[in-house]
């Protein structure tokens, strides 16, 4: 009984929107300003940028969408493998937390929490999760 409540208030604590998406949710999403969703997809890598080394490093590069939509994805790399061999033109699968802004918005939490507090996230590249 005492494990059964456990595991009933972890799933409390984690309740967040979650969106087992496709184009239409983040697009959805980006139009009404929202924030916050758990979301999974997929988009091909148009362009590769800096790593952000600001506090937590991350990997930083923007996929497009299905619905032409642009997604720039934050990828920690102090938390998660970063992908070497990513490239312009890749095909990368996504499952992270969506943030809106003018630009198509941001995927981050695209890996493990090690604190259990957040959902896990992960990204796939060419049959490999990085997470």
Same mark, same amino acid.
């Given at each position: 009984?005492?494990?059964?409540?456990?595991? *009933?208030? !972890? !799933?409390?604590?984690?309740?967040?929107?979650? @969106?087992?998406?496709?184009? @239409?949710? *983040?697009?959805?999403?980006?139009?009404?300003?929202?924030?916050?969703?758990?979301?999974?997809?997929?988009?091909?890598?148009?362009?590769?940028?800096?790593? /952000?080394?600001?506090?937590?490093?991350?990997?930083?590069?923007?996929?497009?969408?299905?619905?032409?939509?642009?997604? *720039?994805?934050?990828?920690?790399? /102090?938390? @998660?493998?970063?992908?070497?061999? *990513? @490239?312009?033109? /890749?095909t990368v699968e996504f499952f992270g937390e969506y943030e809106w802004n003018s630009q198509g918005g941001v995927m981050h939490w695209t890996h493990h929490d090690p604190?259990?507090?957040?959902?896990?996230?992960?990204?796939?590249?060419?049959?490999?999760?990085?997470?």
């Open positions: 009984m005492k494990l059964l409540f456990s595991i *009933l208030i !972890c !799933c409390i604590s984690l309740s967040i929107n979650v @969106a087992y998406a496709n184009d @239409a949710v *983040l697009q959805q999403s980006y139009e009404s300003r929202q924030s916050d969703i758990q979301v999974q997809g997929d988009g091909q890598v148009i362009r590769i940028l800096p790593d /952000d080394n600001d506090g937590s490093r991350h990997q930083r590069f923007i996929l497009r969408l299905g619905s032409s939509q642009t997604l *720039l994805v934050a990828h920690n790399i /102090d938390l @998660a493998p970063r992908i070497n061999s *990513l @490239a312009v033109g /890749d604190n259990g507090r957040h959902v896990d996230g992960w990204l796939k590249h060419q049959g490999r999760t990085y997470q």
